[in-house]
Structure formats: C-alpha cells, structure tokens
C-alpha cells in the first residue's frame, strides 16, 4: 500500500515541475490558492469554493453535480465548461478515499489530485507523474473556456473512415492470395514431413498438384484447426518469419507462461507481411489480436476474473443474486438472458484473442484449445437434460445466448441436438403456461442466440448443410411462438470483411437469422474512421451493430485497452454521422424481419437518408457485476495520470434487485489519457486529431434501439422472479 505520507517524500521529476509551472502560470487564481494555503485541508476548500461561485449560476449542471437530476436529457445540457467543474469538485469530495487497484494486483489506489498539486508547489513533492499534469492541465484549460470541443465536419469524418480499407477491396482480395499461397508453401512442407489424418500426399504426387490439393483443403474448417499455429515459430513462419525479435521474445516468453497459441491459417492470411501504400496500419486491430502484449504475460497467472458472476459456488447465489445449475455452464447477469457454454468443442474458438473477456478461464484451464478432448462425453446428454430445465422453470428467462468458447465450434451433430433441446424447453414452458393464470404466467422464449467469431476467424464453417441446420430450427421454432433469431458475432476490423466471410454472413441471413456484431474498442480499433468505416462495411454485408466494448480487463490487457473517454468521444464525434432520423426509426426496427433481405433494406434506408451506415450500437463498457454501461463519473485520479471511475447500471433495462444493494462500481483504468495519445502516435496517429479527449469525464449510456429489445407478450407474465437469493 502506498500511502500519502510516502509520497510527502517523493520528489517530482523535472518534467512534472515543467508542466506544473505552466498550469500555475495559465491559472493564477489556481497558484494563489496552493501558495496561501497552510495545509492540503485549506486547498481543497478553497478550490471547491473558487469553482462553486461558477456551478451555482449553472441551475442544470448543480442539480447535476448533487445527483439531484441524471439522465441522457440532462447530461445533453451540460456544457464543456459544467464537465470540468463537476470534475474538479469531485476531485474534492472524494479526496482521500481509497480503491483497491486491481490493475496492480490488488494494492490500495489513493485519489487526492488536490493534495498533490499543493504538495508540488510547496515542497516538490508528492510523486505525481507527467501524465497526471498533463491531464490537470487540459481540465482547468477546459474550466477557463481555452480548451473547446472541436465536433469534426462530415468532410474530416469521412477522410477518417476512407483511411482504412476494406478486405473486400480488390487490391486486398490479390495481397491476401500472395499471402495464402505463402501460408500453403509452409503447410505443403508440414503434411509432406508429417501427414495428419486425411490430409496427406501421394508419393507420386509432383508439387503442382500438392499445391492444387491443399488450395481444395483451405475451403475446409477443420483443414484450418488442425494445421493452426500452436507456437510462436510456427506463427512466424506462416508470417514469413517477417516479425522481429523484440515480438518473437514476448511471444516466447508467453508460451513459457502457458497462454496458449492458436491461429488459423485462414486468419493469419490477413495479415500483411508486405505492407502496400494504400493499406498502411489497416491490419493493426487484426494483429493486435494475434500478437500478444508483454503486459498481458506478465500478468498471466494472477489475472482476476473482470465478470464477478463468473465465479460461482456450488449452491451459492452469483455475484449477481442468481442461484445456477452449473458453476461453468450457466452466465447469468440479468432477469431475461442467460448465457448457455456447452461441454462441446463450442468451449474453444477459431482462435485465441489477445484481449478475450475470459482471458481468466483460460489461465484456469476451463478454456482450452486441446480440440480432441473437447468431444461432449456421454453425460454431457444427462447435464443438457437439467440445464434446459433450469430455463423452463425459470419465471422471467425469455433470451438464451449459446456461445462459450464459439457456439459455432459445436459439430453440426452436437449443435443440432442444443438446439432441439432448446427447442423442447420451449415448447414445454408454453405448454405449462396454458395451465398458469394471468398474471401468473411465465415468460416464454422468445429470442435465441448464437455467440460466434467463425464468420471472421473460420468462415469456412458456414457451410451450406449449417445453414440447412439452422434454417431448419427457425422453422420449426418460429411455429411454436419463438420470433427473434440472432447470430451476435465479432468483426475487429473492416479488413476482417472478406469474400469468405462476407459468403459466410449470407448464408447466416438465408438461413432466416439476423446477424449483429460486437466490437471490441481495442486502442487498434480505436483509431479516428476506423469503427465508423467498420459499421459501414458491416451494413454492406447486411450485419447490423450491436455494441462498441470498451476492453475490458485488468493490467493484461493495458495494450489493448482505450480509456472511456475515448468511448464517449467516439460516439459524441464520430458515430453522429450516422445518426438515424426519426422519421427512419420504424424502417431500422424491421430489420430482423426477413433477414434474408437485410442487405437491400439496409441500402434502402442508407439511400434514403444519405448515412454512410446505420448508428444502431451502443458505446459501452461490460462492467462486473452489474452489466452494459457508460453511466459515469471520472471522480478521481493516480499519480500516474490513470483515471478513476464511478459507474452506475443502465437505468433502461431491468436488472437483478440486487443492483440496489450494490451500489456504484469504481473502475481504474489501467492507462492515462496521455500514454493512450503516445499509443496513438506510435500507430502513425496525428494526435492532433483527439483534441478534445481529455474533457470527456462524464458518460452517459445511450438509449437501445425498439429492434433490440424483447417482443411483448399477448398475456401477462408473473413478477415473481426465481432462481434469486439477494
């Protein structure tokens, strides 16, 4: 624990004395204050007086500030200028309190930003960090009117966004080939040597026609499984041995680490080894995901689960309030969703994500990529019995998600006997409904889910017999009352949209089911263009979006991880471009109707409207224990310049009554804005182009679109909620 009376002692570097002298100098009422003042006591109330004589003549953004009035109408009449007050009498208020800071394996966080400035202008002390000034000393230039938010023309948006290419683009399309046959070169070498299961040569077979047998095998998934990359040698070499040896180390010494390896040859096929003009940086979210961070191995070991209700105790309630059948089966976080992982192979992916969500089941051992072991044993039959059941009895479940792992890494064999038994449970809660009175009734089934990477990672496993599978399941669900039908995957990039993915989405849609996508707003992807090029790509293929993550995370993930006020700059700066008028609300709510269609409506709407792609996600961040969110206050800072949030649950949805005992949720963010701009620049980013990011200290969840919520019910459900000890 690093207390207050340590850093009284800790000198400031000549860096932080450089930009202390500057906030001093560009605020004179600020250095008065810290000069006359006798103790830190004396500077937090003179500073919460200085600026309560500006928040008093601002009705709105006091009311605000007290918690007297939230919302999204009330944060819309904020000023620049109310942002910053608020943050700074925040700064005051929680002075002093401390946080366990789990991005430094649990040690105490103390935020008094107040106390640090007065410490360095009367001692020279305090420890504070050049990012921590740097940040004080955009928010009094935001307090004083120097510092403005610039909102960028449609024109600036739109060079942003052609920036970044597309995988569709036909100098992609020939770049991906050269890097294929590359890829095929290396693989020709591995099955000559050592031949796996089908996939052999003949001796006779010349090397033309070794080459024609592997290009038929690159059209099959499994070909992609069992020849991915399982170590950093055979990722550099199907990479051409083209990275250098500072990422081989890392990569190495993540293999020592146990995180495991697995990339596809498909998937490495899109990052580029001979990097043209026109696609310069474009591959970088695709890579950020492959290539992992030094952060990430050192934390490896000790990284604490981010979703609380992934620790579950047998018999014992989650952190959310839910009693569950299964510790590792069952995720439940709200009343009318619960997420399904099967004892399938769908407990794997395609393929191992830098930044994975569930990073933690992976260091346990839950997850794991040994595909022969992960064949459903014969009690996996009996398991799937109970857990349909949990649902069926269930008063308020009306949403399954199956996912995992990839849902769509489940055999066709092994899905198609999930789905039936989805299938039957629904039947059999409506037909125990027909015996339940009004008001009594429990919430059937209304929506089913598919979580899945593979039209990104493995587009190869959308074959023509898994869209017969799943067009026939909607057939026969859709008669017994079942309306929505989604399949919520997960494009990082428009590089990621290629002619296979883009043929494994259409398939998806023949097959009568939407697809929706979830981006994770890794600092890559973060970029300005490069989300909104991505929406527009996505509404080209017929996805719509869903959300837009914030990284979730610890320390393993600082790499990849973008500071919320990136999030809420992003949706305030760059999304509006797509921002669907009122008069086109009804025409986006249909969307799920007739997906098979979903190509032309969405063309049609864009048409009408002039947008270059639909604004149907949400900026949020997943937070633990109390779900999607970006509901909050920056209320403190580090001496390392890292931000302190308190956030509060999405006022719009219904949670667990748990979420009234348990409070706001502290977030430490495991970068400063400052290290998240030297990121950028370092991706070849103007940052320039951010202005205005230190000033977004106040989120607010956006309201979810009439296409995302759940159909009504022609009876009335019980209130009664089960499966819940608070």
């Known amino acids: ?33 810290m000069f006359n003042s006798k103790n830190e006591i004396e500077a937090l109330v003179g500073v919460r007086n200085w600026i309560m004589n500006y928040l008093e003549t601002r009705s709105v953004a006091l009311k605000f500030y007290k918690r007297k009035i939230k919302g999204r109408e009330a944060f819309e009449k904020l000023s620049w200028k109310d942002f910053a007050a608020i943050r700074i009498l925040d700064y005051v208020d929680y002075a002093g309190h401390e946080y366990p800071d789990l991005n430094l394996r649990g040690k105490i966080a103390v935020s008094n930003p107040i106390k640090l400035i007065w410490l360095a202008v009367n001692f020279g002390t305090g420890g504070a960090k050049p990012d921590f000034f740097e940040d004080m000393l955009f928010l009094f230039r935001q307090f004083r009117g120097d510092y403005q938010r610039e909102e960028p023309t449609r024109e600036i948006l739109t060079n942003w966004m052609e920036r970044f290419v597309s995988g569709l683009d036909p100098r992609v399309i020939k770049l991906r080939e050269e890097n294929r046959d590359r890829i095929i070169s290396v693989l020709i070498d591995k099955i000559t040597n050592s031949p796996r299961g089908k996939y052999k040569f003949e001796e006779k077979d010349s090397n033309q026609q070794k080459y024609l047998k592997v290009l038929e095998w690159w059209k099959e998934n499994t070909f992609h499984l069992v020849f991915a990359a399982r170590t950093p040698l055979e990722l550099n070499e199907m990479l051409g041995y083209s990275l250098d040896p500072d990422t081989m180390q890392i990569l190495e010494e993540a293999e020592k680490a146990g995180i495991p390896f697995f990339v596809n040859p498909y998937y490495l096929s899109l990052l580029h080894v001979r990097v043209p003009y026109y696609a310069i940086g474009s591959d970088l979210a695709i890579r950020h995901y492959v290539v992992y961070s030094k952060q990430l191995v050192e934390e490896f070991g000790n990284i604490v689960a981010w979703e609380k209700e992934d620790k579950v105790e047998p018999g014992k309630p989650n952190a959310a309030g839910w009693l569950l059948p299964s510790d590792h089966n069952i995720h439940r976080r709200y009343p009318e969703v619960a997420i399904l992982i099967p004892d399938t192979m769908g407990r794997a992916c395609g393929g191992l994500c830098a930044s994975c969500q569930r990073m933690y089941n992976f260091q346990k051992g839950i997850l794991n990529f040994n595909l022969d072991k992960l064949e459903p044993e014969e009690s996996w039959n009996d398991k799937l019995v109970k857990l349909m059941q949990y649902y069926e009895d269930d008063s308020q479940l009306r949403d399954i998600l199956i996912t995992g792992g990839d849902a769509l890494m489940s055999s066709d064999a092994s899905l198609k ?69 989604v399949v919520q995957t997960h494009f990082e990039s428009p590089m990621e949209v290629t002619p296979e993915a883009k043929k494994a989405v259409t398939r998806l849609l023949q097959a009568g089911w939407s697809v929706t996508n979830q981006l ?98 949400r ?28 956030f509060d649950h999405d006022s719009t949805r219904n949670h667990s009554p748990i979420i009234e005992k348990m409070g706001k949720i502290i977030i430490i963010e495991s970068k400063s804005i400052s290290e998240y701009l030297r990121q950028l620049d370092e991706m070849g980013e103007n940052k320039d182009d951010y202005h205005g990011i230190y000033g977004y200290s106040i989120g607010e969840t956006e309201p979810r679109l009439q296409i995302f919520e759940y159909p009504e019910y022609n009876y009335e459900t019980t209130s009664e909620l089960t499966n819940l000890e608070v």
Do not use: C, W
């Open 417 to 485: 006997k999930i789905l039936d038994a989805v299938l039957q449970m629904a039947e059999n809660k409506r037909t125990k409904n027909k015996d339940l009175p009004e008001g009594k009734k429990l919430a059937e089934i209304t929506r089913i889910r598919l979580g899945t990477r593979l039209p990104v990672y493995l587009p190869q496993r959308l074959t023509e017999k898994l869209k017969n599978i799943l067009a026939d399941f909607k057939t026969r669900a859709a008669k017994i009352g079942i309306k929505q039908f």
């Open 1 to 33: 624990m690093e207390s207050f009376n340590d850093l009284d002692k800790i000198a400031i570097t000549v860096k932080s004395h450089k930009l202390l002298k500057q906030l001093l100098s560009e605020n004179p009422e600020l250095e008065e204050l």
């Open 520 to 617: 994770v707003f890794t600092a890559a992807a973060s970029r300005r263009g490069h989300t909104s090029k991505l929406r527009k790509v996505l509404n080209d293929i017929g996805i719509i979006t869903y959300y837009t993550f914030t990284v979730k995370g610890y320390m393993e993930n600082n790499h990849n991880f973008a500071p919320n006020a990136r999030a809420v700059q992003e949706a305030q700066e760059e999304k509006v471009l797509g921002a669907i008028p009122i008069q086109q609300i009804d025409a986006v709510n249909e969307l799920t109707e007739q997906p098979e269609n979903a190509v032309d409506r969405i063309d049609n709407i864009r048409t009408e409207t002039g947008l270059p792609f639909l604004a149907t996600d």
């Open 619 to 646: 900026n949020v961040l997943n937070l633990p224990g109390v779900g999607k969110s970006l509901t909050f206050r920056v209320i403190g800072i580090t001496r390392y310049g890292r931000r302190i949030l308190e």
